[in-house]
Each structure stands twice: as structure tokens, then as C-alpha cells.
């Protein structure tokens, strides 16, 4: 049997952080190749980005899950953004088509699968956690994936 490698014996054996160490405020949260700071203030009406810190409308005795839930809703909505912004870019690089663009959220999907029968390009919501560099590759990957649209002669070849 191969051994195992070192870096991922790493991953492997590190305990993962309580709940409540994780989801609290004063807790750092991965984004765009850094950290955001969790902060509760009841002063918002919505989750806001301030200063390097995720500012979410909760009070000082939310519960982990709350915090949880909050932060990756903001996540979530920022990642739709910039996933679909990096895709419109690559797409008109390649001069192609933009494609319909969806967030995934299975537990071990790939960043970015392509699917030719739909013209359709699924991005993993947690892609928000790696660089802005590493986002537009990925997309720019997945964008040329897809087939290329078929030319007008090709089209009356077919027929």
C-alpha cells in the first residue's frame, strides 16, 4: 500500500473546530483568498460588508447555527455575483455565448463542471472562499469546457 502524503495526513487528522468556535462573533471566515471577521450588530437590517469585517443584523446570544445560517446566506449571494460577473468575462474573451450559470452546493462536487447538453456552467458556492485569481481561472476552465456554438455553415451542412 502507497503512504499516505504528509500534507494530506495534515488535513486528515486535524479535529475540526466546535461549532461554536467557528460560528461566533470575533470568528474569521475564508474570502477571496483572506478573512472577513464575523461581527453581530443589531443595528443592521441586513448582512453588510464593512472594513474587512461581515457585519450580521444578529444579537450578542445568536446561536452558532444563526451565525452559520447568516454569514453563508451572505456568502452564498456574493458568490452568485462574482461567479457569474468571472463568467461573462471569460465568455466574451472566447467569444462565446454566456452560459446559465448555477451554484452548487454538494458536500465533494468539483469548483466548476460544464454541461454541454445545457449550455449550463455549475460553480460550488464555496469558490467565494479562494482568490479572485483563482475564481476567473476556474470559470475561464469551465466557460471553455462547453462546447463551442456551432457556425451558420455548419448549421446548413447538417440539414
Known sequence: MKPRDPQLALRLE?????????????????????????????????????????????????TPRQVQDAAEAWLRKRAARIVEANVVMAARRLGRPVPKVTLSFAARASWAQADARSDSLRCHWRLIEQSEETIAQVVARGVAALPAPAAVGDLFALA
Request: no cysteine; charged share 20%; net charge negative.
Open 14 to 62: 486535524a479535529a475540526a473546530p466546535a461549532a461554536g468556535e467557528r460560528w461566533r462573533d470575533g470568528a474569521a471566515v475564508a474570502y477571496l483568498g483572506g478573512a472577513l471577521t464575523l461581527r453581530l450588530d443589531t443595528s443592521l437590517k441586513e448582512a453588510a460588508l464593512i472594513d474587512g469585517e461581515l457585519h450580521l443584523p444578529l444579537p450578542p446570544e445568536a
